[in-house]
T-cell receptor, first 111, second 114 residues
């Protein structure tokens, strides 16, 4: 069983819509949760981190964490074509530990 | 302030050869991790170096080895290259005990094995 799972997509949304990206993880001991954005041919860029249950908002991005359900999501409001990228969910189990990534969800925002 | 720098950016090797990839961490960071990202997959953890020692290792064969120097820079060595080693190799740097919000990735080294 994969430790971090995401729908691979592609997820296609029209410009201006809300994009919803989902991720589940298997280890209840997971401590920290992250969303990275990766443009084609580029390295991952951290866009959101979340550590406690609930919502965390940063501009057009909202990360949601539910530890009981072992579920983390990313909402992108007012999606723009420039948001088209692969979004990677990652978790860390312990301080200083390794990042464990999902396989990524490809998002396409159509003008 | 320079970020994480990696070299070379692209390289092509033949099966059976050896390759060395290099990484300089962000200023102030002392921990370097290496990840392999195959096409269409998420990055996979190879190993982590701290204080010039391998602190953690992922599920990679011992053909993959590394080193960290006193200035915190690091090398990733892969011996006896296989076609399946073709991937983007990412270096990540962080401070001691970082929970991840200060983990920075370099731009990566694209390795093609033919």
């Amino acid at each position: 069983q994969k430790e971090v799972e995401q729908n691979s997509g592609p997820l296609s949304v029209p410009e201006g819509a809300i994009a919803s990206l989902n991720c589940t993880y298997s280890d209840r001991g997971s401590q920290s949760f992250f969303w990275y954005r990766q443009y084609s041919g580029k390295s991952p860029e951290l866009i959101m981190s979340i550590y406690s249950n609930g919502d965390k908002e940063d501009g057009r991005f909202t990360a949601q964490l539910n530890k009981a359900s072992q579920y983390v999501s990313l909402l992108i409001r007012d999606s723009q074509p420039s948001d088209s990228a692969t979004y990677l969910c990652a978790v860390i189990y312990n301080q200083g530990g390794k990042l464990i990534f999902g396989q990524g969800t490809e998002l396409s925002v159509k003008p | 302030d320079a970020g994480v720098t990696q070299s070379p950016t692209h390289l092509i090797k033949t099966r059976g050869q050896q390759v060395t990839l290099r990484c300089s961490p962000k200023s102030g960071h002392d921990t370097v991790s290496w990840y392999q990202q195959a096409l269409g997959q998420g990055p996979q953890f190879i190993f982590q170096y701290y204080e010039e020692e391998e602190r953690q290792r992922g599920n990679f064969p011992d053909r993959f080895s590394g080193h960290q120097f006193p200035n915190y820079s690091s090398e990733l060595n892969v011996n006896a290259l296989l076609l399946g080693d073709s991937a983007l190799y990412l270096c990540a740097s962080s401070g001691t005990g970082a929970w991840g919000n200060t983990i920075y990735f370099g731009e990566g080294s694209w390795l093609t094995v033919v």
